[in-house]
């Protein structure tokens, strides 16, 4: 039977624990011991929206071509956290005569009873990841409160480690020399035609454009040492890089 595999990986700390390789493996052994003939392992191993995830998709378009018989994943959280997706895709899969089964929960969909028991696991899979959530939420906000870093997008002049903000010196110069700019009256444009000019370059490594110069002008409170997080607000643990 020609059958083939899925993985994913959500989160860094996952990656770590139980990461592409580990999950792989387990479908390559499942496989062996079955006498199944593996012919692929589609997986997608970033965060991100079920729909937008390329490789579970491209897997549901290559089983309406009829090449495989089965989709073994190494447990059914790693097909989705959510569990309205995870019926969705079983569903899918379905209509192409093709099972899905998952190693760790062995049941199979085309049971009520068992087809129940595995939309109970998909729940409290979505359960756990809500709680997560909840749990990370509640957490960055008290951070952010004490005017630690929560984490999202760092702004430029600054580089994130260990959970915290430290000044990038080189990019550091680059801010100051944008702000200086703006107090000789210069425009959005001709900043960053003369950051351009004088070599300075965007956290990517490219030219500076009129919209990337208002980012920063815009952050003026956070460079003064002001942290904000959402709707909170509070004297920062960062080191401020220009006056307030």
Same mark, same amino acid.
């Given at each position: 039977?020609?059958?083939?595999?899925?993985?994913?990986?959500?989160?860094?700390?996952?990656?770590?624990?139980?990461?592409?390789?580990?999950?792989?493996?387990?479908?390559?052994?499942?496989?062996?011991?079955?006498?199944?003939?593996?012919?692929?392992?589609?997986?997608?191993?970033?965060?991100?929206?079920?729909?937008?995830?390329?490789?579970?998709?491209?897997? @549901? /378009?290559?089983?309406?071509? *009829?090449?495989?018989?089965? !989709?073994?994943?190494? +447990?059914? %959280?790693?097909?989705?956290?959510?569990?309205?997706?995870?019926?969705?895709?079983?569903?899918?899969?379905?209509?192409?005569?093709?099972?899905?089964?998952?190693?760790?929960?062995?049941?199979?969909?085309?049971?009520?009873?068992?087809?129940?028991?595995?939309?109970?696991?998909?729940?409290?899979?979505?359960?756990?990841?809500?709680?997560?959530?909840?749990?990370?939420?509640?957490?960055?906000?008290?951070?952010?409160?004490?005017?630690?870093?929560?984490?999202?997008?760092?702004? @430029? /002049?600054?580089?994130?480690? *260990?959970?915290?903000?430290? !000044?990038?010196?080189? +990019?550091? %110069?680059?801010?100051?020399?944008?702000?200086?700019?703006?107090?000789?009256?210069?425009?959005?444009?001709?900043?960053?035609?003369?950051?351009?000019?004088?070599?300075?370059?965007?956290?990517?490594?490219?030219?500076?454009?009129?919209?990337?110069?208002?980012?920063?002008?815009?952050?003026?409170?956070?460079?003064?040492?002001?942290?904000?997080?959402?709707?909170?607000?509070?004297?920062?643990?960062?080191?401020?890089?220009?006056?307030?």
């Amino acid at each position: 039977m020609n059958v083939v595999g899925y993985i994913r990986v959500s989160t860094e700390k996952q990656a770590k624990e139980y990461g592409p390789e580990v999950q792989r493996q387990e479908i390559i052994d499942h496989c062996n011991a079955n006498n199944y003939t593996l012919i692929h392992i589609y997986g997608d191993t970033e965060s991100v929206a079920n729909e937008s995830r390329e490789d579970i998709m491209s897997l @549901l /378009g290559d089983a309406r071509k *009829n090449s495989f018989r089965k !989709v073994i994943v190494p +447990k059914i %959280d790693r097909l989705s956290r959510d569990a309205m997706f995870c019926l969705w895709v079983e569903k899918e899969l379905r209509k192409s005569n093709v099972e899905l089964f998952s190693i760790a929960e062995p049941f199979r969909w085309d049971d009520p009873v068992q087809k129940m028991m595995l939309t109970i696991i998909a729940a409290f899979a979505e359960y756990e990841r809500s709680s997560i959530n909840v749990r990370m939420t509640a957490g960055r906000k008290v951070k952010a409160k004490q005017g630690g870093y929560a984490g999202g997008g760092v702004p @430029l /002049g600054y580089k994130a480690a *260990n959970g915290k903000l430290l !000044v990038d010196r080189e +990019k550091a %110069d680059t801010v100051k020399e944008a702000f200086r700019l703006r107090k000789k009256g210069l425009s959005l444009r001709r900043i960053a035609d003369t950051l351009n000019r004088r070599g300075h370059t965007t956290a990517q490594g490219k030219k500076f454009s009129a919209t990337q110069v208002k980012r920063i002008l815009d952050n003026k409170e956070f460079y003064s040492g002001v942290y904000q997080y959402g709707t909170i607000e509070a004297e920062g643990l960062h080191t401020a890089i220009i006056g307030g």
